[in-house]
């Protein structure tokens, strides 16, 4: 069993920058973050080997984010920076399987989610 809890979330102005944190409880291969815009489907942001050597982006961040792993803390990080309002949304922590080590953009492979943290981006 997989526990995951993000926090970091907040209101902030274009162009600023932000760092989500979600820590996990269990042992997995892979985790990602998504995001969620109201009205939208959930979409796929970054993603993490546990080994943190594979590292996965939308191209809608690269550049602007950065995903990593702290594994004495158990913890995933995501800073963001040039923030835009399109980043806009609730973004969620999420894990797949653990003895699973491909990885995926599908978020219909991801067996464990975190509640989620709002980001919020007032232009």
């Known amino acids: 069993q997989v526990q995951l809890v993000e926090s970091g979330g907040g209101l902030v102005q274009a162009g600023d920058s932000l760092r989500l944190s979600c820590v996990v409880s269990?042992?997995?291969?892979?985790i990602s973050w998504f995001r969620q815009a109201p009205g939208k489907g959930r979409e796929f942001v970054a993603g993490?080997?546990?080994?943190?050597?594979?590292?996965y982006y939308t191209d809608a961040v690269k550049g602007r984010f950065t995903i990593s792993n702290e594994n004495a803390k158990n913890t995933m990080y995501l800073q963001m920076s040039s923030l835009k309002s399109d980043d806009t949304a609730v973004y969620y922590c999420?894990?797949?399987?653990?003895?699973?080590?491909?990885?995926?953009?599908?978020?219909?492979?991801?067996?464990?989610w975190g509640r989620g943290t709002q980001v919020t981006v007032s232009s």
């Open positions: 999420a894990a797949r399987g653990s003895m699973i080590t491909v990885f995926t953009r599908s978020p219909s492979q991801y067996t464990y």
């Open positions: 269990g042992r997995t291969n892979i």
């Open positions: 993490i080997n546990r080994v943190g050597d594979s590292i």
